[in-house]
């Protein structure tokens, strides 16, 4: 059933959580580095009173990925588990086998890989398999316990949305969560990279794909349909930049704050009814 | 009476003399009045103007010609409006050969932009083969406030709204999509990759119905033998091409909105009752969030002081009653009144805000660069000349320190008379 680690006693009533994570890639560079929302998702389980972090990888342990995958040890934690899976593998029936076999409370991720297709559906497949509930784009983890979890989802804008979700459940971390640790060094090279052999299924889909550096993409056009010469010609020669707005001189601090007032009620930001 | 036809050339001048006080009667008397029209059909089928009978007399009594229709006759303005209205097309497609499912955002209760976008893609989709055309159905959820539906390319509406669809509810949300696929058997399924809503639906979605998605499409290739869609992957760094699967979840730009052809925007409902559902994720509702917690670059409102501030207790007093989060021009910054994050502008942060309000803050071009992408600028300044003033749409000039508290007072106001109330 479960994997028989040494645990100390106090990790009896500890929640388990696993972490799943993945080699990341600089956006300029392409070097291999943790992934920036996977390590925020394991700065959020460490940051957890009474969870025990168990981290996750399901990949090839190389001389490329192991420096990436050390960073993650240089957070803290002092075992990974690394499911071996060659290149252009489909990992999820390995995650999924030994997620089973480990049985955690909480899952946690980033919403999407560096590298690869990036899809970001891996988290919403592995919940399909194992049918749990996936919460995506969390900000930050309130309180756990027995049976559900209190969370906050970042909504656009720094907004914050609360919600309860029934244990067992796959969370995916958002860029609002907050920033993870540095990885320290001494720790990244003591921490043990524990190889578990697991069934490996090829993806065969993604060879009939062309995969190239991105492109940039091509600039929309404004486009003018207009009926008249006369419209058209406006058009090309109307400046972008609005041309100024109202401007209020010689008023009193009242009649310019009463001015201020009613734009900021227009334009709905300003809360007043609590 | 001789046959000769006479001409009296005084009345003949006072007809060509538009000018003159005579001129109506003299037309009327030799029958060029108003019963020749300003244009008509020539004997060559070709359209004549008479140029003397279009346009106006303008103010300082000069004929003027407003081709745009805004200005002119009363008549001629009708006339322009309508033909305006009926450039678009109404397209009717009663029985489709397939359908193509798009699930807008619906941001705000509206079709966004982005929505837009992917309504056009379906659009294209849809019309690719003119002797088969697809159905585009938008499945909307909740609270509305878009009535533009058929102008942006909507065959058919299936709205839901529910109190257990408020808030977030995707389980419920993919039970009604799952039942949309079993009777409709859309041949396509969009998505606007958002980071919420269409991102997360639509990956749910194809993980139900066990299609691999293709995410961040960008570009869908309608014209090759087997269609296919370039999107990024490994995090916008490679470009993915790859056949068409049924389920697409597409970025901003995918396509160009419709804007030459009316739909129908047919309202249809789903035949069978949804099943019950298992609620394992419960929405207990937003946060209220600490203005001054949010990250300045996606601030909604920001308050941001610069040199022309005297009075920073106000300021920041002012922020605190208006909800505002704080920023700062680079002056203020330097001269330590504010914290360095806080900096807006080139060397800071480039701001995204919907109302900017800067107080004391002149407009150095770094600034204004700053909050290009501002919706609403506000400028509380002395000085009428500044750059930030040009910048704003509203200008109060005056002294910061007594708008602001004003300002203060007056939202104080409102908010106890809401209490008051409550």
Redesign the interface.
């Known amino acids: 059933m479960l994997l028989s680690t040494p645990r100390s006693s106090a990790d009896k009533t500890a929640i388990k959580v696993a972490v799943l994570l993945s080699v990341g ?1 600089h ?1 300029l560079t ?1 070097r291999g580095r943790r992934a920036e929302q996977d390590a925020r998702a394991l700065e959020m389980a460490l940051a957890l009173p009474q969870a025990d972090a168990q981290l996750i990888h399901a990949g090839r342990l190389n001389d490329e990925s192991e420096p990436a995958l050390r960073s993650y040890l240089g957070m803290g934690p002092q075992q990974m588990t690394l499911i071996q899976q060659p290149k252009q593998a489909d990992v999820l029936p390995a995650l999924e086998k030994h997620l089973r076999q480990l049985g955690p409370k909480l899952i946690l991720c980033g ?11 891996l988290p ?2 592995l ?2 398999k194992l049918g749990w ?5 969390l900000a930050a983890i309130e309180s756990v316990d027995g049976s559900s979890a ?1 969370v ?2 970042a ?12 244990l067992p ?1 796959l969370l995916t971390i ?1 860029s ?1 969560a907050p920033v993870a640790r540095q990885s320290a060094f001494g720790p990244a090279r003591r921490g043990q990279l524990a190889e578990v052999d697991a069934p490996v299924q090829m993806d065969t ?1 993604q060879e ?8 940039k ?1 091509p600039k ?1 056009l404004k ?1 003018i ?1 207009a ?5 058209r010609f ?1 058009a090309a020669a109307a400046k972008s930049e ?1 041309s ?11 009649e ?6 009613k ?2 009620m227009e ?1 709905g ?6 | 009476m001789s046959d000769i036809i006479r001409r009296d050339p005084r009345k003949a001048w006072i007809a060509r003399n538009r000018l003159h006080p005579e001129h109506a009667s003299v037309l009327a008397e030799l029958g060029m009045g108003d019963a020749q029209p300003a244009q008509w059909m020539g004997p060559n089928g070709v359209m004549r103007k008479d140029p003397h009978r279009v346009g106006f007399i303008g103010p300082a009594g000069i004929k003027r010609i407003d ?2 229709g805004v200005q002119g006759a009363p008549g001629q303005v009708q006339a322009r409006s309508t ?2 209205q009926d ?1 678009r097309t109404a397209v009717l497609i009663a029985e489709p050969a397939f359908h193509i499912v798009v699930v807008p955002d619906m941001a705000g209760g509206r079709l966004s932009a982005h929505d837009r976008d992917l309504l056009g893609l379906a659009r294209q989709m849809a019309d690719k083969n003119a002797s088969a055309q697809g159905a585009v159905v938008a499945i909307v959820f909740g609270e509305l406030k878009e009535d533009s539906w058929g102008e942006a390319g909507i065959d058919r509406l299936l709205h839901l709204s529910d109190a257990a669809l408020e ?2 509810s ?2 419920y949300r993919i039970a009604i999509l799952s039942a949309a696929e079993r009777e409709l058997k859309p041949r396509y399924w969009l998505f606007p990759d958002s ?2 809503g269409g ?2 639906l639509g ?2 979605l ?3 119905i066990g299609e ?5 499409v ?1 570009q869908v290739d309608l014209e090759s033998e087997t269609p296919r869609c370039t999107g ?12 068409l699967p049924r389920v697409l979840l597409a970025l901003a ?1 995918c396509g ?1 909105p419709v ?2 052809t009316r739909h129908e925007a047919q309202a249809i409902q789903l035949q069978q009752p949804l099943p019950e559902q298992l609620v ?10 600490d203005p001054a ?3 300045l670059s ?4 920001i308050l941001s002081g610069g040199n022309g501030v005297r009075d920073w207790d106000g300021f920041h007093q002012a922020a605190r009653v ?3 989060t704080e920023g700062a021009s680079r002056v203020a910054v330097d001269d330590g009144f504010m914290a360095r994050d806080r900096q807006v502008g080139a060397t800071g942060t480039w701001v995204t805000a ?2 900017y ?1 800067a107080v004391g803050i002149s407009g150095a071009i770094q600034h204004l660069q700053g909050i290009q992408s501002c ?4 400028a ?1 300044n002395m000085d ?1 000349g500044c750059d930030m ?2 910048r ?8 910061s320190g ?6 203060v ?3 104080d106001g ?2 106890q008379e ?1 209490r008051d109330v409550a």
Do not use: H
């Open positions: 890639s956006p392409g919403s999407r890989a560096e590298a690869g297709e990036g899809s970001g559906l919403y497949l919940a399909e509930p996936l919460i995506s784009g209190t906050l989802q909504l656009p804008r720094g907004q914050r949305r609360r919600l309860r979700v029934k459940a958002d609002a889909e009939g794909w062309e995969v190239q550096p991105a492109r993409r929309r486009i349909k009926t008249s010469a006369r419209d406006k609005g100024g707005g109202q401007v209020l001189k010689d008023i009193t601090a009242a310019g704050a009463d001015a201020v007032l734009l900021l334009e930001v300003l809360r007043v009814s609590s | 081709r745009s033909a305006a450039t808030g977030y995707p389980e980071s919420l991102g997360d990956r749910r194809s993980v139900r691999r998605a293709a995410t961040q960008w990024r992957g490994a995090a916008g760094r490679k470009d993915i091409t790859r056949d730009e160009e804007s030459d394992r994720i419960e929405d207990l509702g937003a946060v209220a969030v917690s949010v990250a996606e601030a909604e409102f208006l909800g505002a919907r109302v309000m919706d609403k600028v506000i509380i009428p003033i040009k704003a749409d509203l200008a109060v000039i005056g002294d007594e708008i602001l508290s004003e300002l007072k007056r939202v409102l908010k809401n």
